[in-house]
């Protein structure tokens, strides 16, 4: 009995796991996959703060 309750148990993972694959790489979730990735690079350098900090001191 315990045997077959951690067979359902896992096939049902299983499932679950499949369908959140199948929804992460799916076509209608492209744009924001893209747009996610591309968050990182949205962000001013850091450098540059203190740069502009800099330059704005010795105006």
Known sequence: MVGILNGIAT???????????????SRGRSKANHDASML????PDEGQ????????SNE
């Open 40 to 43: 990182p690079f949205d962000l």
């Open 49 to 56: 703060d203190e740069k502009q900090k800099v330059e704005d």
């Open 11 to 25: 096939a049902l993972a299983l499932i679950t796991f499949l369908g959140i694959v199948v929804w992460a790489w």
